[in-house]
């Protein structure tokens, strides 16, 4: 596991937006590690964790995109029933709460990569190293 920046975009609801947003990615040669989306009325959001965050950033910011980066905790997860809940369950025993959640997978996987906003990234990192329900950090910040 590793502590991670996750940059956060906000668009418009429309047509193209997500493609835009990957081809901008693609063109500066930056690999999605994991995204989530969300949506509120007309406007959207796009959490994303990348391979290389100050090119994408350079990218946001000639392309006159809003965004803003913050820090997450990275697990790689192993893909059998319970891991997850064993992570929540271990956080949630030294009282660091989880904002939110969202995972990348490949189908047929092995291992599961969860990005998780929590309340101390690091005390979570140092609280889950070694543990039986994680095994190595992905992405790199």
């Known amino acids: 596991m590793a502590v991670e920046r996750q940059l956060t975009v906000g668009w418009q609801n429309r ?7 990957c081809e901008a990615l693609a063109t500066a040669g930056v690999n ?11 406007y959207g959001a796009v959490r994303v964790l990348v ?4 090119t994408s950033r350079e990218v946001f910011r000639e392309q006159g995109v809003a965004h803003t980066s913050i820090e997450v905790l990275v697990v790689e997860l192993g893909s059998r029933p319970g891991a997850l809940a064993g ?3 271990a956080l949630a025993d030294h009282n660091i709460s989880i904002e939110y959640f969202y995972a990348s997978a490949p189908l047929g996987g092995h291992a599961v990569i969860g990005v998780f906003k929590v309340s101390d990234a690091h005390a979570a990192d140092k609280l889950l190293a ?7 950090s992905a992405g790199e910040g």
């Open 15 to 21: 047509p193209g937006e997500l493609a835009n947003f």
């Open 87 to 89: 992570v929540a369950r």
């Open 130 to 136: 070694g543990s039986d329900e994680t095994t190595n």
């Open 32 to 42: 999605i590690i994991a995204m989530a989306t969300a949506e509120a009325g007309e």
């Open 51 to 54: 391979d290389d965050v100050a």
